[in-house]
């Protein structure tokens, strides 16, 4: 009983540490939030322009994040 406990202890944590490996390398998140920016500038390129100029605004800081993303994914890469 205590073997199989063990056993399961230690599988649980090498699918634990290869998950983790895999979600560092990959950065879902830091992907997803590109997504997510690019998406946003999608829609304030359609939006109407006159916005008081906080379109504009909002379009050159989306730009910033994106790149910014960009930038975070490309360090993350090379820190593996």
């Known amino acids: 009983m205590l073997k199989k406990v063990l056993v399961t202890l230690v599988v649980g944590l090498l699918i634990g540490t290869a998950l983790g490996s895999w979600a560092a390398i990959h950065q879902p998140h830091m ?21 008081g100029g906080h379109r504009v ?5 989306v730009e910033r994040a994106i790149e910014q993303t960009r930038k975070g ?7 593996r």
């Open 31 to 51: 992907r997803a939030a590109l997504d997510a920016l690019k998406s946003a500038k999608r829609e304030l390129d359609s939006a109407e322009h006159n916005k």
């Open 57 to 61: 605004k909002a379009l050159e800081l």
């Open 73 to 79: 994914i490309e360090a993350g890469e090379r820190e």
